[in-house]
């Protein structure tokens, strides 16, 4: 079984930081493409970043600049580097991966629990 544990959310002052990480467990599993979505109250839920298996990064222009996504493929880990963080980045923020299963030799989507950002005065 596949599971996406996160953690580092978390209340902040508008341009503060906070760093997100997202780790995907379970036996003959690799992981693919990772990501960050996010979901605001009364908003749809939007990609905020993906990266790569090779590391290859891309942004909502929303926060662009401002945000930095990393992977440790050794600990199948992605991580969500936030800075410059604005009220309007308040949001459930969900870790996603596309992993291989060596099992069934197929591709899976799967979603973390979600991690809450809040960026208030």
Excluded: H
Excluded at 10 to 30: E, F, K, M, N
Excluded at 55 to 65: L, M, Q, R
Excluded at 95 to 104: D, F, G, Q, S
């Amino acid at each position: 079984q596949v599971q996406l544990v996160e953690s580092g959310g978390g209340l902040v002052q508008p341009g503060g930081s906070l760093r997100l990480s997202c780790a995907a467990s379970g036996s003959g599993l690799i992981t693919n493409t990772m990501g960050w979505y996010r979901q605001a109250p009364g908003k749809q839920r939007e990609l905020v970043a993906i990266i790569s298996s090779g590391g290859n990064p891309n942004y909502a222009d929303s926060v662009k600049g401002r945000f930095t996504i990393s992977r440790d493929n050794a600990k199948n880990t992605v991580y969500l580097q936030t800075n410059s963080l604005k009220p309007e980045d308040t949001a459930v923020y969900y870790c996603y991966a596309n992993v291989y299963r060596l099992t069934t030799r197929r591709t899976y989507d799967y979603w973390g629990q979600g991690t809450q950002v809040t960026v208030s005065s």
